[in-house]
């Protein structure tokens, strides 16, 4: 269903305003890059933009860069059927980045004021000694870099009336409600986000973009008699508003009732260690325990597990792992990263082979490999890292049926919680917020309380059986900076994992 | 900036804007974060920020908004819209300003001589430690993080019932992690802490023996066999554990009703060698203030006192749905963040016994240094407790060999109800902060 239907629907039961022209005046930010910089002068060779970066390599430097952002977003929660906050950010500002000698100066400010980032430019600058080659100035083209439609839109949410984001979490509070009467407890957590950045450099990069970023989730108690159980479902996406369908929101809301009424039932999880099947979606966990070993920094520094280990078998021949931040519409997804990188497909471990490392500007550099689009950043106050986009295990040729019938005893994980990882050994814990055990080539009963334990290149080694069902889950990476990633998996088995529980 | 004056301009634009009741929350802050690497300085960057939020009631509902724009044209846009956004809220929006009663007790928060530390200084810090971390052994391969961070912050809430604070307080940040290697195993070691005043600080060398002792300890660990057995909390991991009870104590899972302790004042619910303390007014701790982030006066609040629920903590909205009063706990990740309840100086209070004092009256135990992924292994439904662990294993009192990828599980009121023995050695790194503690009976879980 389009949105449009959908806000027909809605509208029956609650008065609602549509969307208009008017929403702008109203509600939205209208895109205000136009609006207060003239784009294609300021990035040219005279223009404002190239004069902040003199400014920012008057000491010298390998590489100067503006960073210049806008942010408009909207967050709504509702608790138990009332909205407990609504709210409106508005943020912008800019960012200098300095590179000379490897070492990394940045300054920001509040404001896209020419003296006040040319001022930030001048601290940056002080990075790094004295007497650097300087670099020159590429020419900057803005025609170059063009939307490539990953993260197109229809609606920004920006310009959307905050009745219709209303009428999403009522909804979606309703809908959980309905699903049995063991809900007690509903609380909808709806966020909206546009983006819009440009970032010129020395190098000849200047690219324009706008990002819209959509959040729904619920948090649900289910109660019977003394029985309590959590359910809880995200839903996230680089889509306009027209991605919030009612279908879209019915079934989010139902997928975190289902999951709360199904724990009611759970036993103790079993411990020990023993074959784990972990159900599509799963692709968490490779993210934390195998994918920042796979950023070029920690390979820079020599602290990863992957080191000088490209061509070597890292993990089981079924194993093929892809890191990918142009798949459309994804969380981690996006036309050009925050250095100005088009995205792409990187093939980071190919049926077991270790076969390359997700990289930025600088480490792409200084190691002398490929630009993969991974420099990313939090906001204009941070400098870019590497970091992930949208990374899974690709699809394998074994039916998730016959995954978990080819299975005597063990635990089917259906819904991985977070989880945390030490980069150096690879050694991970998760939480598993939906789990069943396995017995005798079946899905059984539900167990609560599981947690995995174990090490990201063991696994790789031990998955024996890979699914053709990939679907992705999305997530907010931390790295001293949040960025929204998300991470995909398609059934498949590990065939030891050392289980938490507390049977 | 004069933060004082931007407060009381879109105070007096929230009382023309239609709006029926209003706060501004304004916070000015500047600082710089610092890596080093190989003595020479990786990664400097300059923070200077500014921003504001604001809290909007009209008609009883309320809205918020917050923005780091400070020209005059958005300074109304954001009020006119914040005034819009509120008619569409149910959130109860009448109570929650705090009234005026001065300007809170004296809690040492702020270092004047912050201007005067020169970035040689902070570099230095930095520099030694990474040089002491290499001198401390061999087998120490490589330094994975060495970084340094400070803030000066300038805070200033304002509201329509008349409330004008402001506080000035200084933040400053220091971590390094250490790899050791030896005989083909990697092991790393962490240390790092907060403090108020640059001189509260550990040394280079305090800094850099502690994360080297970590990871030498931790070299050829092994696993355990699966079983149930004492576990000892080291001061470095009773933050997990408080952690875990802040949540069934905070005022937001009190009045929605799904902490199972609601209704549990005055019972005794943990050993009587458990008392769990919230404070803001020590003076020059980590989470030290004189008022919170919604202006209401810091004080102490007594969580657990010898085993007995004494109460719960609260900021101004949480509060007033269960018809209390906060008890300064109302904090801010930021202008951007919605004030929600957090804790401060939290911690559990100091027992007579030494660490190794509690080790060598272990006859058989886990001695646990490190917690990996606990903050996920938490049913709040339930309050089953279980986390990754490292460590070291105990025979008759004494320390046997180093121990990796066990997990324990408890429910973490079986685990207050089973403290029995609590250390000497408790020392505010961070905001929440505990001494080393044993919990007599948890499930270990191994090969």
């Not at chain 1, 020159?136 to 229809?154: E, F, T």
């Not at chain 1, 093939?347 to 270790?354: A, C, D, Y």
């Not at chain 2, 902070?122 to 400070?150: G, H, Q, V, W």
């Not at chain 2, 019972?267 to 982030?293: E, H, M």
Request: glycine share 12%; charged share 25%.
């Amino acid at each position: 269903m389009r949105r449009r239907d959908f806000i027909k629907v809605i509208a029956k039961g609650s008065a609602l305003a549509l969307a208009s022209p008017l929403a702008a005046d109203l509600l939205g930010v209208r895109p205000a890059l136009g609006a207060d910089l003239d784009w294609e002068s300021a990035a040219g060779a005279g223009g404002d933009l190239a004069s902040v970066l003199r400014a920012a390599l008057a000491r010298g430097g390998l590489l100067g860069e503006v960073y210049l952002e806008e942010v408009v977003r909207t967050g709504i929660r509702m608790t138990d059927g009332r909205i407990e906050y609504i709210e409106l950010g508005l943020d912008r500002g800019g960012g200098i980045r300095v590179i000379k000698d490897w070492k990394t100066g940045y300054a920001f400010c509040d404001s896209w004021d020419v003296d006040e980032l040319k001022q930030a430019a001048g601290v940056a600058s002080r990075i790094g000694g004295a007497g650097d080659a300087v670099t020159g100035i590429g020419a900057l083209d803005p025609s170059a870099a063009r939307p490539r439609g990953i993260v197109s839109y229809v609606t920004d949410p920006a310009e959307v009336l905050a009745d219709a984001k209303v009428a999403v979490v009522d909804l979606a509070d309703r809908v959980a409600r309905e699903y049995d009467p063991a809900i007690k407890q509903v609380r909808v957590e709806y966020r909206d986000e546009m983006r819009r950045m440009v970032v010129v450099s020395s190098e000849g990069v200047a690219v324009r973009q706008e990002i819209p970023l959509l959040w729904l989730s619920l948090d649900i108690l289910a109660v019977r008699g003394d029985r309590r159980a959590p359910g809880y479902v995200r839903r996230s996406s680089k889509s306009g508003f027209e991605h919030m369908t009612e279908e879209f929101v019915r079934e989010t809301a139902r997928e975190g009732a289902r999951q709360a009424v199904t724990m009611l039932d759970a036993a103790d999880a079993p411990s020990g260690e023993m074959p784990v099947v972990i159900a599509s979606g799963g692709g968490v966990v490779f993210h934390e325990a195998v994918g920042h070993g796979l950023e070029a920094d920690g390979i820079e520094r020599g602290t990863s597990f992957y080191t000088g280990r490209v061509g070597e078998r890292v993990g089981s021949d079924v194993v093929t792992i892809v890191e990918d931040g142009s798949i459309p519409h994804l969380r981690g997804s996006f036309d050009y990263d925050d250095e100005g990188t088009p995205s792409r497909r990187n093939v980071l471990i190919e049926n077991g082979i270790l076969r390359g490392y997700i990289s930025d500007r600088l480490t792409a550099a200084k190691l002398g490999i490929p630009l993969t689009g991974n420099g990313r950043r939090e906001s204009y106050m941070h400098y870019p890292l590497v970091r992930m986009t949208n990374t899974f295990i690709l699809d394998g040729a074994s039916d998730p049926e016959e995954i978990v019938s080819a299975t005597d005893r063990g635990l089917y994980a259906k819904r991985l919680g977070g989880g945390e990882v030490d980069t150096t050994t690879g050694n991970f814990t998760f939480g598993v917020r939906e789990a069943y055990l396995i017995e005798k080539g079946r899905i059984t009963s539900p167990v609560r309380g599981a947690t995995l334990i174990g090490n990201g290149p063991e696994i790789l080694r031990r998955i024996d059986m890979v699914g053709g069902d990939t679907t992705f889950w999305p997530g907010t990476c931390g790295k001293g900076q949040w960025v929204p990633i998300s991470s995909g998996a398609p059934t498949l088995r590990i065939t030891a994992v050392n289980v938490g529980g507390t049977a | 900036m004069d933060a004082k004056g931007m407060a009381g301009k879109l105070l007096r634009l929230i009382e023309r804007s239609g709006a029926d009741a209003g706060e501004v929350f304004l916070q000015v802050s500047e600082g710089v974060d610092i890596e080093v690497r190989d003595q020479a300085v990786e990664r400097l960057r300059n923070t200077q920020a500014a921003g504001y939020a604001l809290r909007l009631v009209v008609d009883g509902r309320m809205a918020f908004v917050s923005s780091s724009d400070m020209r005059d044209g958005s300074l109304e846009t954001a009020v006119s819209r914040g005034v819009d956004l509120a008619r569409h809220s149910t959130a109860a929006g009448a109570d929650v300003f705090a009234e005026p009663s001065g300007p809170g007790p004296g809690v040492d928060a702020y270092d004047e001589d912050i201007d005067a530390i020169s970035i040689d200084r902070k570099i230095n810090l930095l520099r030694d430690t990474e040089t002491l971390c290499f001198a401390c052994d061999p087998a120490i391969s490589k330094m994975e993080d060495l970084a340094y961070t400070d803030r000066k912050t300038e805070t200033v809430i304002a509201n329509t019932a008349g409330l004008l604070s402001m506080r000035r307080s200084t933040l400053f940040d220091v971590g390094v992690a250490v790899v050791a290697e030896k005989d083909g195993d990697v092991a790393n070691g962490r240390e790092g802490m907060q403090a108020r005043l640059f001189d509260r600080l550990d040394s280079p060398s305090e800094l850099a023996s502690s994360a080297c002792r970590k990871a030498m300890a931790r070299l050829g660990a092994g696993s355990v066999k699966t079983q149930s057995a004492p576990v000892i909390f080291d001061r470095s991991t009773a933050y997990a554990v408080l952690t875990h009870l802040f949540h069934l104590v905070s005022g937001e899972r009190i009045a929605d009703g799904t902490s199972i302790l609601k209704d549990r004042v005055g019972d005794r619910i943990a050993s009587g060698l458990v008392t769990v303390v919230d404070d803001a007014t020590l003076p020059g701790l980590p989470r030290s203030r004189p008022f919170d982030d919604e202006g209401t006066v810091s004080r102490r609040n007594v969580i657990i006192a010898g085993g007995v629920l004494e109460g719960f903590l609260f900021d101004a909205s949480s509060a007033g749905k269960v018809g209390t009063a906060s008890t300064g706990n109302a904090s801010r990740g930021g202008f951007r963040s919605l004030p929600g309840v957090a804790s401060t100086n939290y911690f559990l209070a100091a027992g007579g016994l030494a660490p190794e004092e509690i080790i060598r009256r272990t006859d058989r135990g886990l001695h646990v240094t490190s917690l990996a992924g606990w903050w996920v292994g938490i049913n709040p439904a339930t309050g089953d407790f279980s986390s990754g662990a490292r460590g070291f294993w105990i025979e008759g009192g004494e320390v046997v060999r180093p121990v990796k990828n066990v997990t324990i599980a408890a429910n973490l009121l079986d685990m207050l109800a089973g403290v029995d023995a609590v250390g000497s050695d408790l020392f505010h790194r961070y905001g929440t902060a505990g001494p080393t503690f044993r919990v007599s009976e948890m499930r270990v879980g191994g090969t």
